[in-house]
């Protein structure tokens, strides 16, 4: 099994900052991409930003230049750094990664539980 373990939401006043991290365990062959995606209440979940294990990166537009995402494959560990944070980055923040459990399998997409970030005066 694959368990994916998110750290580091809270509550900031706008123009601050929040690091998260997402932290995998379990057995696996390998990970790809991992990323991080976003819900806001009334909304559809949305990509925030996605790494591969090469280091390519994407980001929505909405926070490109804001955040930053990082990945440390020793630990197999993924980080959000969020800065100059607005309201309407509030929402729930969920940890994605792309596994190939065996060799033999396609990759199969794992979420973590998802972490809070609130994002008020």
């Known amino acids: 099994q694959v368990q994916l373990v998110e750290s580091g939401g809270g509550l900031v006043q706008p123009g601050g900052s929040l690091r998260l991290s997402c932290a995998a365990s379990?057995?696996?062959?390998?990970?790809?991409?991992m990323g991080w995606y976003r819900q806001a209440p009334g909304n559809q979940r949305e990509l925030v930003a996605t790494i591969t294990s090469g280091g390519s990166t994407y980001y929505a537009d909405s926070v490109k230049g804001r955040f930053t995402i990082s990945r440390d494959n020793a630990k197999n560990t993924v980080y959000l750094q969020m800065n100059s944070l607005k309201p309407e980055d509030t929402a729930v923040y969920y940890c994605n990664a792309e596994v190939k459990v065996r060799l033999w399998e396609p990759p199969s997409d794992y979420w973590g539980q998802g972490t809070q970030v609130t994002v008020s005066s």
């Open positions: 379990g057995r696996w062959f390998s990970i790809n991409a």
